[in-house]
T-cell receptor, first 116, second 113 residues
Framework: DAGVIQSPRHEVTEMGQEVTLRCKPI?????LFWYRQTMMRGLELLIY????????DSGMPEDRFSAKMPNASFSTLKIQPSEPRDSAVYFC??????????????FGPGTRLTVL | GENVEQHPSTLSVQEGDSAVIKCTYS??????FPWYKQELGKRPQLIID?????GEKKDQRIAVTLNKTAKHFSLHITETQPEDSAVYFC????????????FGKGTSLLVTP
């Protein structure tokens, strides 16, 4: 398995532009998580999905942020409009969460977003 | 919600010495506590985890201890090597939150030869 795949790996955009980050979880995993990492705030949970359904989006900072998971193999995180303070590394992680205690989360390589 | 505190924020040890990183959590419902290692520019990677039904777990040079009553858990690395240098994150999670991770702020460990 290729692991969690994220694209793009790097994104540089100008303030006000729309940004879409993409994630492909590990096949068979039924939970997907989006995290944001900054020096000031560390690693923060933005939203997570279970069986493609958004369960908790309380970590999404503003209405400018939205996330979707149209199927078990794809999720997007969209920022519209983007602002310089959104600059961060965005990680996607997936987990089997099979109820048998196997809930290790596997992280993707991250997308480094810079908003100018 | 869950609040995870991690100390120290930086730690410098000599090769061969031991390193200890401590975390506390606030939600008594938390029952899964992983530790992640993150090298510069890389993704966090799980190095060890512990569930609340055990008090200690060991994997070669790495061990984790958990005190549920005091709501704290610790990472112990023995015989440190320069390749152990990285940022280490503790986390806590609950089944009610789908095991979404609440991370500590991280400890930057430097092992000097």
């Amino acid at each position: 398995d290729a692991g969690v795949i994220q694209s793009p790996r790097h994104e540089v955009t100008e303030m006000g532009q729309e940004v879409t980050l993409r994630c492909k979880p590990i096949s068979g995993h039924n939970s997907l998580f989006w995290y944001r990492q900054t020096m000031m705030r560390g690693l923060e949970l933005l939203i997570y999905f279970n069986n493609n359904v958004p369960i908790d989006d309380s970590g999404m900072p503003e209405d400018r942020f939205s996330a979707k998971m149209p199927n078990a193999s794809f999720s997007t995180l969209k920022i519209q409009p983007s602002e310089p303070r959104d600059s961060a590394v965005y990680f996607c992680a997936s987990s089997p969460l099979d109820g048998g205690g196997k809930n290790e989360q596997f992280f993707g390589p991250g997308t480094r977003l810079t908003v100018l | 919600g869950e609040n995870v505190e991690q100390h120290p924020s930086t730690l410098s040890v000599q090769e061969g010495d031991s390193a200890v990183i401590k975390c506390t959590y606030s939600d008594s419902a938390s029952n899964y506590f992983p530790w992640y290692k993150q090298e510069l520019g890389k993704r966090p990677q799980l190095i060890i985890d512990i569930r609340s039904n055990v008090g200690e777990k060991k994997d070669q040079r790495i061990a984790v201890t958990l005190n549920k009553t005091a709501k704290h858990f610790s990472l112990h690395i023995t015989e440190t090597q320069p390749e152990d240098s990285a940022v280490y994150f503790c986390a806590a999670s609950t089944p009610n939150s789908g095991y979404a991770l609440n991370f500590g702020k991280g400890t930057s460990l430097l092992v000097t030869p």
